[in-house]
């Protein structure tokens, strides 16, 4: 069974900064693409940012680019995505997903299999 586990969320002033972090077990990590995905409250879930398998290919969300770096550490099976910057308006619950199949990028929610649970994000003005 592969687990998803976000953690680094909390609540920050504008113009902050935060780590989230991504921990995934009981699957092949080093070949999954990975995605982070954000749902603010009255809001559909988007797409945030996403990295391929070998970290060589990375998106952005044209909201987040230049703000928000997505990275990962194969070694120890976590990815991480560094926010700085932080407006108000990124406040939002923000998700982690695995895709085991293609691990390829991707903003499409369905071509993940597997996500965490969020952990949430609060930037204050």
């Known amino acids: 069974q592969v687990l998803v586990v976000e953690s680094g969320g909390g609540l920050v002033q504008a113009g902050g900064s935060l780590r989230l972090s991504c921990a995934a077990s009981?699957?092949?990590?080093?070949?999954?693409?990975m995605g982070w995905f954000r749902q603010a409250p009255g809001k559909a879930r988007e797409f945030v940012a996403a990295?391929?398998?070998?970290?060589?290919?990375?998106d952005y969300a044209d909201s987040v680019k230049g703000r928000f770096t997505i990275s990962r550490d194969n070694a120890k099976n976590t990815v991480y995505l560094q926010m700085n910057g932080l407006k108000p308006e990124d406040t939002a619950i923000y998700y982690c997903?695995?895709?085991?199949?293609?691990?390829?990028?991707?903003?499409?929610?369905?071509?993940?299999?597997?996500w965490g649970q969020g952990t949430q994000v609060t930037v204050s003005s």
């Open positions: 990295i391929n398998w070998r970290g060589g290919d990375i």
């Open positions: 009981g699957g092949i990590f080093s070949i999954s693409g």
């Open positions: 997903a695995a895709d085991l199949r293609y691990g390829t990028t991707s903003r499409h929610e369905y071509e993940y299999n597997y």
